[in-house]
């Protein structure tokens, strides 16, 4: 994978996604995880992949979901997202290496919504 930052125009969203939601990573608890980004291409939907500098985790997300495409079910990524089981309006993140926080291996391969995580950094409180 060749994971890098996006500070110009290109990636400009993703990047701003990742920068502004987790202001910590959600795995280590560090902040300013200086997260790069890389792209995944799948059969059924491309995601953007997040990796924090610090402990080498990588989360990932639909493009859909990242770029806003899957919030409603008049698009093709919303639709399938629907017929998935999944809330349309809701921010998917999966966990795909918790990094060097091996205390964290449960989250490995598990999604969770944007809140979920975003709490999950919050709880590591200010001293890190």
């Not at 987790?22 to 200086?34: A, D, H, S």
């Not at 997202?81 to 809330?87: A, D, T, V």
């Amino acid at each position: 994978m060749a994971f890098k930052r996006y500070d110009g125009f290109f990636g400009k969203v993703p990047q701003g996604f990742i920068n502004d939601n987790f202001k910590k990573c959600p795995m280590c608890g560090l902040g300013e995880p200086n997260w790069h980004l890389d792209t995944q291409k799948r059969w059924t939907e491309n995601r953007y992949l997040f990796k924090c500098q610090q402990c080498e985790a990588v989360i990932s997300s639909p493009f859909g979901d990242v770029m806003g495409f899957s919030r409603t079910i008049i698009t093709t990524p919303g639709l399938l997202k629907r017929l998935s089981g999944k809330k349309t309006k809701v921010i998917y993140l999966k966990v795909d290496e918790v990094g060097s926080m091996q205390t964290t291996q449960l989250n490995k391969d598990k999604e969770f919504t944007l809140d979920e995580l975003v709490e999950m950094s919050a709880g590591y409180g200010d001293t890190v």
